[in-house]
């Protein structure tokens, strides 16, 4: 969120905060239940906001979270094409010799483990 949505964001909420005060005085409250009711609205919606980003931090649905498994998923298909890529354009003698190679390290990991 930037700077200028959190001021956007603010000033909203301000101006909820005089709309249901507005509201509450039409309905014929008088002026301190008008303002009492129009800031247990604000409050509510600010209850209201904290449990949902508990939620989104409890299940894993941030922003960030959501932005860098995007992030990840498009490089991993970047790198998986240039490997392609690079292994199509080989030779044969290569692809064997890279073969080989895979295998012998693929032997020296099971030993150490």
């Known amino acids: 969120m930037t700077k200028a949505n959190v001021i956007q964001l603010g000033l909203l909420l301000f101006l909820l905060g005089g709309l249901a005060y507005s509201v509450f005085l039409f309905y014929g409250f008088d002026l301190t239940k008008a303002g009492i009711a129009s800031e247990l ?3 509510l919606l600010l209850l209201i906001w904290v449990v949902s ?3 989104r931090v409890i299940t894993g649905k941030m922003t960030f979270m959501e932005q860098r498994k995007r992030y990840r998923s498009e ?3 970047i790198t998986d094409k240039e ?3 690079k292994f199509d354009s080989m030779s044969n003698e290569d692809k064997i010799r890279f073969f ?3 295998e012998k390290d693929n032997n020296k990991n099971k030993e150490t483990n």
């Open 100 to 102: 080989k190679e895979l």
């Open 41 to 43: 609205v604000l409050v």
């Open 53 to 55: 980003y508990f939620l």
């Open 83 to 85: 490997l392609e890529a």
């Open 75 to 77: 490089y991993q298909q």
